[in-house]
């Protein structure tokens, strides 16, 4: 496994944005997979954050599999969460998280938050372990 370079690390402590992807060096941002369809996937993530009320939706494609959301108590941010099928019954969930604040930076809340949120999504679907 490849470690966090110096610039990473501290692009990840002082910067305003994290999301996630397929080939990120930090394991944490990595994308994850679910057991399920797209459909599925949708649904249950809309009514997991219809029942915590610091999240307000802001859209939801379900043609795009987006949904966007404002987290409006404590620090501020803004969530987009994307939803794709790549095969059936696996299927991508990624996070990108901006976080509103005066500094240019959040110190690291981002990433926290996408690491909070998939603990979230983990307990909802069934995680796909990749070897």
Do not use: C, W
Not at 59 to 86: N, P, Q
Not at 113 to 128: A, D, G, M, P, R
């Amino acid at each position: 496994m490849e470690k966090l370079s110096f610039g990473q690390t501290i692009r990840k402590y002082f910067g305003k944005r994290a999301e996630t992807r397929d080939h990120h060096l930090d394991p944490t941002l990595k994308t994850n997979y679910y057991r399920t369809t797209k459909d599925q996937a949708l649904k249950t993530l809309k009514e997991h954050f219809e029942n915590l009320p610091e999240y307000e939706f802001n859209s939801i494609s379900e043609d795009h599999g987006e949904i966007s959301l404002l987290k409006t108590r404590g620090r501020k941010a803004f969530i987009v969460i994307t939803v794709i099928m790549v095969r059936p019954f696996r299927t991508a969930i990624d996070f990108s998280v901006s976080t509103e604040t005066i500094l240019p930076f959040d110190f690291g809340y981002s990433t926290r938050l996408i690491q909070k949120l998939y603990e979230q999504v983990n307990q909802k679907l069934e995680l796909v372990k990749e070897n």
